[in-house]
T-cell receptor, first 113, second 115 residues
Framework: EPEVTQTPSHQVTQMGQEVILRCVPISNHLYFYWYRQILGQKVEFLVSFYNNEISEKSEIFDDQFSVERPDGSNFTLKIRSTKLEDSAMYFC???????????FGSGTRLTVV | KQEVTQIPAALSVPEGENLVLNCSFTDSAIYNLQWFRQDPGKGLTSLLLIQSSQREQTSGRLNASLDKSSGRSTLYIAASQPGDSATYLCAVRPGGIQGAQKLVFGQGTRLTINP
């Protein structure tokens, strides 16, 4: 069964550093997403990406965040200057369209120290 | 603004029992609803997807129902097994142009099946 692949599985970074989280969505999917889950809290939407541009973003997704699809297969989330409160599990997901379900990756656990 | 609530927050039952997990949402205008399973420290595994026009979906021992007008969904697990122990998440895709892109999640029900 097709999978969404995320790397790395765990990343530790110092406060103020930039991090890039990487994802390979399912190849024939059209919509790509990033979500995050702070420990013990709900899974929260960050951003959706369609047709090579951001289609929707939440208020969490401020200027320190950016997304990119640098080639035909990868989808990245960049956090420019990490804060302690950015520590969370970050999930990438993809979908074939509005009527289709989501497929999530296994997540990247980001720890900011 | 769509809100999703799951009750109970945690549930512990003996192996072999049938059980029901509940999900409610505040706005009945949805495209679909999806149930996921999350193991500790892991990703989300899709279990069932119900479109807004459907009443239920079944996969093996799992059955999910949807009552859009009352803003409720249930996940029924038959003949529970210790391997079913996990957190179960309900998520809705809100209707309308602005809400169509994202999922809104409940906080999950942590299920423990005791051997």
């Amino acid at each position: 069964e097709p999978e969404v692949t995320q790397t790395p599985s765990h990343q530790v970074t110092q406060m103020g550093q930039e991090v890039i989280l990487r994802c390979v969505p399912i190849s024939n999917h059209l919509y790509f997403y990033w979500y995050r889950q702070i420990l013990g809290q709900k899974v929260e939407f960050l951003v959706s990406f369609y047709n090579n541009e951001i289609s929707e973003k939440s208020e969490i997704f401020d200027d320190q965040f950016s997304v990119e699809r640098p080639d035909g297969s990868n989808f990245t989330l960049k956090i420019r200057s990490t804060k302690l409160e950015d520590s969370a599990m970050y999930f990438c997901a993809s979908s074939g369209g509005i009527g289709y379900g989501y497929t999530f990756g296994s997540g990247t656990r980001l720890t900011v120290v | 603004k769509q809100e999703v609530t799951q009750i109970p927050a945690a549930l512990s039952v003996p192996e072999g029992e049938n059980l029901v997990l509940n999900c409610s949402f505040t706005d009945s205008a949805i495209y679909n609803l999806q149930w996921f399973r999350q193991d500790p420290g892991k990703g989300l595994t899709s279990l069932l997807l119900i479109q807004s026009s459907q009443r239920e979906q079944t996969s093996g021992r799992l059955n999910a129902s949807l009552d859009k007008s009352s803003g409720r969904s249930t996940l029924y697990i038959a003949a529970s097994q210790p391997g079913d122990s996990a957190t179960y998440l309900c998520a809705v895709r809100p209707g309308g142009i602005q809400g169509a892109q994202k999922l809104v999640f409940g906080q999950g029900t942590r299920l423990t099946i005791n051997p």
